[in-house]
C-alpha cells in the first residue's frame, strides 16, 4: 500500500505546530497503525527529516499510551482496540490518512503527537485507591465475599486503560467516562465503601480542576473507548457524588 | 452541599432537573392546548382556570420562569466552559461516527427554542400579563362579554402563515432537542435504567409526539379559521 498521512507536527510544548503531508510507501495491509509509523519513521530518518515522535509502550492494547486521533477517531476507524491493535487493512492503498495528537486543553502537547496525560494521573491520586495494611496481616482476598454480577461490573469498570480516547472523543474534552469508571471500580467493591464519600468528591474536584469540560452525555466516549467501557459508569458516578455531598 | 452545584456534575444535576421540569410543563402545556381542537369551551374553561388560579400564577409561574432561565443561562455557561476544555480543534473530526446529530448541537436546537420562545412571549404571554395586571381584567371574557376570550385569541394568532411557519419550524427544533435530552436528564440524574429499551422507546415517542401535536394544534387553527 502507498498512502498519503497529513500528520500534525510541533517540535515543543511552545511551538505552534501544523499539519505536514507525507507519502509512505510499502506498506503490508497486516502491519499495524504503529508499525506503519515506524516504517515512515525509518523513510523520514534515510531523507535526513526528523521522525515523528509518538507514544507507544507494549503494543499489545493494555499499556493505554497509544494516542492518535486518526481520520477523525480516537484509535482510528475500527472498534475496540488502540492504536496499536488497528491495522492497516482498515485502510485502502491510496488513502490519505489524518493523524492528529489528542485534542484537550488538559491534554498539552509536548510534541508532534505525544501529550501530556498526567491530568489523569493527579485524578487517580486524588482517590484511585484503597488504603489496606500490607504489614504482614493482610486479610486474604477471597474471604470477602462478592457476588458474581458486582465482581463482573467492576472488572469492566477496571479495564480502562486511562488512554483517554474519551477525553480525545468527546466533544466537550470532559473525562468523565474515565473517572466514573476509576470511581466504579471500587464502588462496586466492599473493600471501595470505606473512602468511597472521599473517593468521589475529591477525584470530581481534581477532573474540574483540571479544565475538562462537561459531559452532556453523547455517547462518544462509549463508542471509541478501545476497552468498551459504558456510559453506566457515569451514571453511576454521579449517583456516589450525589450520595457523597448528601451524606457530607 | 456548599460545593455541590459548582461542581460539574452538581451543574448536570440542576440541568436534568430543570430539564424534567421543563419536559413536565411542556405535557400540561400540550393537555391544555389539545383541548382547543377537541373543545373550545374546555379550552376556555382551562384557559380561565390556569390564568386566575393563585397557586399557578403566584407560584407555578414563578417557578416556570426561572426554570427556564436557569436552563438557557446554564446550558450557555456549560457551553463555553466545554468550548474552552479544548483549545485547540481537530483538523479532521468524524462525529457522526460515534454520536447522533442532537447530541453534537444541543446549543443550536436550545438556541432555536429560545427564539420561539421570545416570540411565543411576544404573542402569548406579555398580552396576557397586560390585560390582567396592567389592564386589571381578570375576568377572562371578550370585549363584548360574550364567552372567554381565550379560544379567539388562539384562532387569530394562527391566522398568519408566517406566524405558524416560525412555530413548525420551532417544534421541529424542540423534537430535536428533546431526542437527545429526555434521556440525557435520566443519565446526568444517574438514571441507569433509562438503557432499557422500554424507557428509551417512551424518550422518542414523548420527543416526537409532543411537537408533532403542537404542529398539529398550529396548523388545525390555521386552515380552520
Known sequence: ????????????????????????????EHMSFLEMMDVLNEQLINKGVEP?????????????????????????????????QLHMRMFKDGDTITIEPFRAKAFPVIKDLVVDRSAFDRIQHAGGYISVNTSGNTQDANATLIS????????????????GACVASCKNASAMLFVGAKVSQYALLPQGQVEAVDRVKNMV????????????????????????????NIARMNREFLSANVKG | MSGFFKSSIGRKYAMALSAFFLMFFLLQHFAINILSVISPDAFNEASHFMGTFWAVQ?????????????????????????????????????GAANSSWMSR??????????????????????????TKFIDGDMTGLLPNGEGFRYY??????????????????????????????FSSAFQSAGASSMRKEKLQLFA??????????????????????
Request: charged letters at 20%.
Open chain 2, 105 to 130: 448541537n444541543m446549543i443550536y436546537s436550545g438556541l432555536a427554542i429560545l427564539a420561539f420562545l421570545v416570540l411565543h412571549f411576544i404573542d402569548f404571554w406579555i398580552p396576557e400579563i397586560n
Open chain 2, 152 to 181: 379567539e385569541e388562539l384562532a387569530h394568532k394562527f391566522e398568519n402563515p408566517l406566524r405558524v411557519g416560525a412555530y413548525v419550524i420551532a417544534f421541529i427544533f424542540l423534537s430535536l432537542h428533546l431526542m437527545h435530552g
Open chain 1, 1 to 28: 500500500m502507498n498512502l498519503t498521512l497529513k500528520i500534525w507536527r510541533q517540535t515543543d510544548a511552545n511551538d505552534k505546530g501544523k499539519m505536514v503531508d507525507y507519502k509512505v510507501t510499502e506498506i503490508s
Open chain 1, 52 to 84: 515523528i515522535a509518538f507514544d507507544h509502550d507494549c503494543r499489545e492494547g493494555i499499556c493505554g499510551m497509544c494516542s492518535m486521533y486518526i481520520n477523525g477517531e480516537a484509535h482510528g476507524p475500527d472498534r475496540g482496540v488502540t492504536t496499536c
Open chain 1, 205 to 232: 474536584a481534581q477532573m474540574d480542576l483540571e479544565g475538562f469540560g462537561n459531559c452532556t452525555n453523547t455517547g462518544a466516549c462509549e463508542v471509541e473507548c478501545p476497552k468498551g467501557i459504558s456510559l453506566e
Open chain 2, 58 to 94: 403566584y407560584v407555578l409561574q414563578p417557578v416556570l420562569i426561572f426554570g427556564v432561565i436557569y436552563h438557557f443561562v446554564m446550558g450557555f455557561i456549560l457551553e463555553a466552559k466545554n468550548r474552552s476544555a479544548r483549545v485547540k480543534t481537530y483538523a479532521k473530526n468524524n
Open chain 2, 204 to 225: 422518542k415517542v414523548y420527543s416526537i409526539a409532543i411537537p408533532l401535536g403542537f404542529i398539529f394544534i398550529a396548523l388545525f387553527h390555521h386552515f380552520n379559521h
Open chain 1, 148 to 163: 458474581k454480577h458486582a465482581a463482573d461490573e467492576a472488572m469492566d469498570a477496571a479495564t480502562c486503560i486511562g488512554c
